[in-house]
């Protein structure tokens, strides 16, 4: 059965974090946008972003100082296009936040910058740079932008519905087809519908929760990187999954799919904190330099590395030497909850164990966020923009999200609308399945996978751990597509659904990466290719949409792509 719906001046965005909410205000004056969020609107990884955004707000600092510590961090992958581009873009991209009435620490006593405002040094930076709300800069971003959502007559918000696919349809005298809608869950009443748009926008953030341990909420889970690949859009460095340094260890965690760690702010290193085994002694200077201060990807490998070579179940994080008034005046959100969780970072050490965090792959998009597939945009990180490259630097997380969602709307407003065109949507066909009475094999499938990911794709991998992965995977997948299949729909399995296609790309990736680079590190292929030889991995579709590669996305200069027309496994 088909039904007509009408394509018209609507702007759907799937996801309601910074990247989604920035975006629906940059073209809610000209257009009319519906925001789709899986839960209630403020609920999303951007809620639970402590430490701030990075820009370069004092005279002391330098655009050519982020770039370059950006792309030291991203090993020898970043855009250097792409990253000055973004850095560039950052310091208005803060003052656009303050004009929408985000509250950033002011100088107050401490150090900070010429602008008036507290800024603080994470790791991988060289400069004070990172602008924050004390220790809640994401609550604070997200409930400004939030309350200017609702009071915009042009968004309508679609809270507990959960994007399913996307609908790609043929237009008349269009040779290729465009994106046109996608299929909604409403999570309240069981319905589904296909929601139809001129532009569809996924803003459904990273794909953390594919690991047992994340500092990620429930809803990371993969869905718009999982959505584009099934609608023929190309992937990227899948294999660069960040793990967070410093998670609070909570002994007798349930692992079950809706456990979080919460997470320890890289600003608490950045302000003097110092990871400790259990007989009190420092080991970052061992391993780098730069010691606590050093990328991400370098903490969370020592910390991995002492606790298997010590048999440990965490190593301690100790701040307390900095005194009981500067932690509560710096850190008073996680110091009240650490406290509630029976830990006082004021008068000792609290433990602490890495986490995965960040998805620095994702769907091939230009600087607007344009994809593969005409009228689909990707911000956030959902998105692959080339900003992060083996390894995203502090902070600059926020600053893609707002930069780029920026740009995209720009670029939705500047083009015109798709001609008004009657376009037949396939309707949601439910007749040929039932409601399950086996709940259990998600459930069970849900942990499993998680499980294996943790295991095997973790921090450190090797080829035999990659492809006891990849085969277990496939056969996850083959049992949640005949799930699928006969009975309706629910939250879970939909996640399950998308969980196991990430976790697909991210071994498919990572079995084609022969050296170890950034986030990833194989036993196998220890050592660093030289960086003339540095490529992104670029994954292709069966159904890839784009024609001649590449379409919307061009590789920095002197680089290439790891066998970038070979297309991984099962689609």
């Known amino acids: 059965m088909q039904t007509a719906q009408?394509?018209?001046?609507?702007?759907?965005?799937i996801g309601s974090g910074a990247a989604g909410l920035t975006l629906a205000l940059r073209v809610a004056d000209s257009h009319e946008v519906a925001i789709v969020s899986k839960d209630a609107l403020s609920e999303?990884?951007?809620?639970?972003?402590?430490?701030?955004?990075?820009?370069?707000?004092d005279s002391t600092d330098s655009l050519e100082a982020h770039a370059a510590d950006t792309m030291a961090a991203?090993?020898?992958?970043?855009?250097?296009?792409?990253?000055?581009?973004?850095i560039q873009q950052g310091p208005a991209a803060i003052a656009w936040l303050i004009d929408q009435g985000v509250e950033f620490t002011r100088n107050g006593d401490s150090p900070g910058s010429d602008s008036g405002y507290h800024l603080t040094r994470e790791g991988g930076h060289s400069h004070r740079r990172v602008i924050h709300a004390e220790d809640r800069t994401g609550q604070a971003i997200e409930n400004t932008l939030e309350a200017r959502v609702r009071q915009h007559p042009n968004i309508t918000v679609l809270e507990y519905h959960v994007a399913i696919d996307l609908i790609s349809v043929r237009t008349s005298g269009q040779p290729d087809k465009r994106c046109a809608g996608a299929y909604l869950l409403n999570t309240r009443?069981?319905?589904?519908?296909?929601?139809?748009?001129?532009?569809v926008v996924l803003a459904t953030g990273g794909a953390s929760k594919v690991y047992l341990y994340t500092s990620n909420p429930r809803s990371a889970t993969g869905d718009g990187i999982a959505m584009a690949w099934r609608a023929g859009c190309r992937i990227a460095n899948m294999e660069f999954m960040q793990f967070h340094p410093t998670c609070l260890y909570l002994p007798g965690q349930a692992p079950s799919a809706d456990a979080r760690s919460f997470l320890i702010s890289e600003a608490v290193r950045g302000e003097g904190g110092y990871l400790l085994l259990p007989d009190g002694t420092r080991f970052m200077p061992a391993f780098d330099e730069r010691a606590e201060l050093a990328p991400r990807d370098v903490v969370a490998r020592a910390i991995d590395h002492e606790m298997k070579r010590l048999g440990l179940e965490h190593v301690w994080l100790d701040i307390s030497h900095k005194g009981g008034d500067f932690i509560r005046k710096h850190f008073p959100t996680i110091y009240q909850r650490c406290l509630e969780l029976g830990h006082d970072m004021s008068s000792g050490p609290i433990p602490v164990v890495p986490a995965a965090h960040y998805t620095c792959g994702g769907v091939m998009t230009d600087h607007c966020g344009r994809t593969d597939l005409p009228g689909l945009y990707a911000v956030g990180e959902t998105a692959f923009t080339g900003l992060h490259g083996a390894n995203r630097m502090a902070s600059n997380s926020l600053l893609e999200c707002l930069v780029f969602s920026t740009t995209a709307g720009a670029d939705i407003v500047g083009q015109p609308l798709p001609a008004p065109a009657h376009v037949?949507?396939?309707?949601?066909?439910?007749?040929?399945?039932?409601?399950?009475?086996?709940?259990?094999?998600?459930?069970?499938?849900?942990?499993?996978?998680?499980?294996?990911?943790?295991?095997?794709?973790?921090?450190?991998r090797s080829t035999k751990r990659?492809?006891?992965a990849r085969d277990r995977v496939q056969l996850l997948q083959r049992e949640?597509?005949?799930?699928?299949?006969?009975?309706?729909?629910?939250?879970?399995?939909?996640?399950?659904?998308?969980?196991?296609?990430?976790?697909?790309?991210?071994?498919?990736?990572?079995?084609?990466?022969?050296e170890s680079r950034?986030?990833?590190?194989?036993?196998?292929?220890?050592?660093?290719?030289?960086?003339d030889r540095a490529r992104t991995t670029i994954l292709v579709p069966d159904g890839f949409v784009g024609g001649e590669l590449p379409v919307c996305w061009h590789l920095r200069p002197g680089s290439g792509s790891i066998e970038d027309n070979q297309k991984p496994g099962q689609k």
Not at 485 to 513: C, G, K, W, Y
């Open 518 to 531: 950034g986030l990833h590190f194989s036993l196998d292929y220890p050592e660093r290719n030289p960086d």
């Open 466 to 468: 990659l492809r006891r």
């Open 44 to 57: 999303g990884s951007t809620r639970y972003a402590q430490g701030g955004i990075s820009a370069v707000l």
């Open 189 to 199: 009443d069981g319905q589904v519908r296909a929601m139809p748009a001129a532009y």
């Open 480 to 514: 949640i597509d005949e799930y699928y299949s006969h009975f309706v729909v629910t939250p879970d399995l939909l996640e399950l659904r998308n969980l196991t296609t990430v976790a697909q790309l991210i071994i498919d990736a990572a079995m084609r990466r022969r």
């Open 424 to 460: 037949k949507l396939p309707a949601w066909d439910e007749s040929r399945v039932t409601d399950s009475d086996e709940e259990i094999v998600v459930s069970h499938n849900w942990l499993e996978l998680r499980r294996l990911m943790w295991d095997y794709v973790g921090i450190v």
């Open 74 to 86: 991203g090993a020898g992958l970043c855009d250097p296009d792409i990253v000055r581009f973004a």
């Open 6 to 13: 009408d394509v018209t001046g609507k702007v759907l965005i």
